[in-house]
């Protein structure tokens, strides 16, 4: 009896000791990992943003679109496509053809398509009609296309006219609706506004910047107030993190316009939550919480947009000399990075036909396991690493 004990003990004791050694092991490697990412490198950041950008102005199609989705594995394309994930590339090519003939000619053959094809008017005002419906967040980003665009003077009618439409769909309260034109199906009104509300908000303030349209800034205002209330006051409630990149460049540049301090502690509540969902261990740098499934799968396209939000709290962080949230945010966007950096496609694949390597080369792909690209993993790629480039120059 005494020998079973000793026995019992003996296994016991190294079922623990192996236990421990394996969390150590882990724990060492985790290290490392941080280790070796100290600070973001801008050469390999700029090198991977200028790889990301020729995926996506090489990848303007004949007929005026961006290449939508495509697996570089198989070859195979789909014939899926989304007017708001197509209107965010449409901005960064606008943004990035000022002073670049070349560029300026792919931005006008997309300009041409979208405005013939998806640009309708009405007695309101100026909207996107795609698949038979007009949503809020297709408009918004239509207008910070011509925002953005070194042709804003040509389209200038055009712009205020997707602004007024904008405002038809903000309710007194300063809610938004989130259909211009709605569908013949059921919908959830409060998921679509997680993404559409922060989209229609910062097109609103961009077209205050523009024009120095006051009234635009007033709706702002409104708006603001009525979301901060909504997704911040009440975030136990109504917490959804795909509102808070949008809500950070907005509130951002509101707090900049007004100097209201309210702005930053909303920025810093907002992103101090969203940092519950990124990964520091087994996929450093991506925003995914299997403890949340509720908030969607692993996604290069949020991990690239949350990286962007985080950039604008960065510098907000840098603004008002926070040194806590500039050094804990800093500390996240290193991680963040090096996962983007590392979703990217940077060379020809094995046994693949090099001819098709345009169509992949510099894009991001879905997750780790999906070899999957759409245009947005790339887009709001682009838009983040920008950014942050933008930031290390100056910081």
């Not at 570089?72 to 209107?87: F, H, V, W, Y």
């Not at 100026?126 to 042709?151: C, E, Q, T």
């Not at 712009?159 to 211009?180: D, E, H, M, N, V």
């Amino acid at each position: 009896m005494k020998i079973n004990y000793i026995f019992k003990y003996k296994k016991v004791y190294s079922i623990v000791t192996m236990v421990i050694g394996i969390i150590f092991l882990i724990y060492i490697v985790f290290l490392v990992i941080n280790k070796q990412q100290q600070y973001i490198s801008i050469e390999s950041l700029r090198k991977s943003n200028n790889l990301a950008k020729s995926w996506l102005f090489n990848n303007l199609q004949d007929g005026g679109l961006f290449l939508y989705l495509y697996n570089p594995k198989t070859g195979e394309s789909s014939e899926k496509n989304n007017a708001i994930r197509q209107l965010m590339a449409s901005r960064v090519l606008a943004q990035e053809s000022i002073g670049d003939t070349k560029l300026l000619k792919l931005h006008q053959k997309n300009l041409d398509f979208v405005l013939s094809s998806w640009y309708k008017e009405d007695k309101n005002g100026g909207y996107i009609f795609y698949n038979s419906k007009s949503k809020l967040g297709a408009n918004a980003m239509m207008l910070r296309v011509l925002i953005d665009s070194p042709f804003f003077e040509k389209y200038k009618d055009k712009a205020g006219k997707l602004a007024k439409g904008i405002l038809f769909l903000q309710k007194r309260s300063g809610a938004f609706t989130p259909w211009y034109i709605k569908p013949n199906y059921i919908y959830n009104e409060d998921y679509l506004l997680t993404f559409y509300s922060g989209e229609a908000l910062l097109s609103l303030v961009e077209y205050y910047e523009k024009t120095g349209d006051k009234k635009y800034l007033n709706a702002s205002l409104l708006s603001a107030d009525f979301y901060i209330n909504r997704y911040v006051k009440d975030m136990d409630k109504n917490y959804y993190p795909a509102y808070i990149p949008w809500y950070t460049l907005a509130l951002g540049k509101l707090y900049k316009i007004t100097n209201d301090e309210k702005y930053v502690r909303v920025v810093f509540a907002l992103n101090d939550k969203l940092l519950e969902i990124q990964d520091v261990f087994f996929y450093a740098g991506r925003f995914y919480n299997p403890k949340t499934p509720q908030y969607g799968t692993p996604h290069s396209s949020s991990d690239a947009v949350y990286t962007e939000g985080l950039a604008y709290a960065y510098e907000i962080a840098l603004d008002v000399n926070d040194k806590k949230h500039e050094k804990r945010y800093y500390k996240a966007l290193k991680i963040a990075v090096s996962n983007l950096i590392s979703l990217q496609y940077k060379d020809v694949l094995k046994g693949a036909n090099k001819s098709d390597s345009v169509k992949y080369i510099g894009a991001i792909s879905i997750n780790v396991s999906n070899p999957w690209i759409r245009v947005d993993t790339t887009q709001h790629t682009i838009d983040a690493f920008t950014k942050i480039e933008d930031l290390m120059g100056t910081d």
